[in-house]
T-cell receptor
């Protein structure tokens, strides 16, 4: 099946710094990618929809200036957590649907962000 | 707004016993529902979707619009079925997924 990768898998940063997380579709092109946040023992919450060539669509309550999304190409979307604070510590997961089968989303392995 | 409810956070059954993971939804349109599974230390992956009416790894799920449910069932649970199961509904023009809170299934030997 299709593969989605994320980098890094784990990052620890100091409060106030910015962190960039990459999401790549390795063997297919994705005009749309999704970014989720998952707190411990909780479900995935959709943060935003990343659209190649246009602005991301953010879910209600998600600060677009805080979580910058760039869909630079058909295989890469990045999420930058700007001026990170401890409350931003979480597990961030991306997914991408394959074209022609838009209901089959393939998920990345996730990125564990810890802000000290 | 759409909502997916999984009432059981934890579910334990013995190997060989039947298992049912409950899922209820709320959606104004025609629902498209999925079950995703996450095995220990692995990424989330699609288990099955209601449109396909398929059986994957012995699991089935039937959409009941009258009861707004999409329960996941397996007649004989196996230890390797132990995992986190998420029910999800797709909506919106971009086909976003709304997930339930998940049910951790443990199949005991």
């Amino acid at each position: 099946g299709a593969v989605v990768s994320q980098h890094p898998s784990r990052v620890i940063c100091k409060s106030g710094t910015s962190v960039k997380i990459e999401c790549r579709s390795l063997d297919f092109q994705a005009t749309t990618m999704f970014w989720y946040r998952q707190f411990p023992k909780q479900s995935l919450m959709l943060m935003a929809t990343s659209n190649e060539g246009s602005k991301a669509t953010y879910e209600q309550g998600v600060e677009k200036d805080k979580f910058l999304i760039n869909h630079a190409s058909l295989t890469l979307s990045t999420l930058t957590v700007t001026s990170a604070h401890p409350e931003d510590s979480s597990f961030y997961i991306c997914s991408a649907p394959t074209s022609g089968s838009s209901d089959t989303q393939y998920f990345g392995p996730g990125t564990r962000l810890t802000v000290l | 707004a759409q909502r997916v409810t999984q009432p059981e956070k934890l579910l334990s059954v013995f190997k060989g016993a039947p298992v049912e993971l409950k899922c209820n939804y709320s959606y104004s349109g025609s629902p498209e529902l999925f079950w995703y599974v996450q095995y220990s230390r692995q990424r989330l992956q699609l288990l099955l979707r209601h449109i396909s009416r398929e059986s994957i790894k012995g699991f089935t799920a039937d959409l009941n619009k009258g009861e707004t449910s999409f329960h996941l069932k397996k007649p004989f649970a196996q230890e390797e079925d132990s995992a986190m199961y998420y029910c999800a509904l797709v909506s919106g023009s971009a086909r976003q997924l709304t997930f339930g809170s998940g049910t951790q299934l443990t199949v005991l030997p």
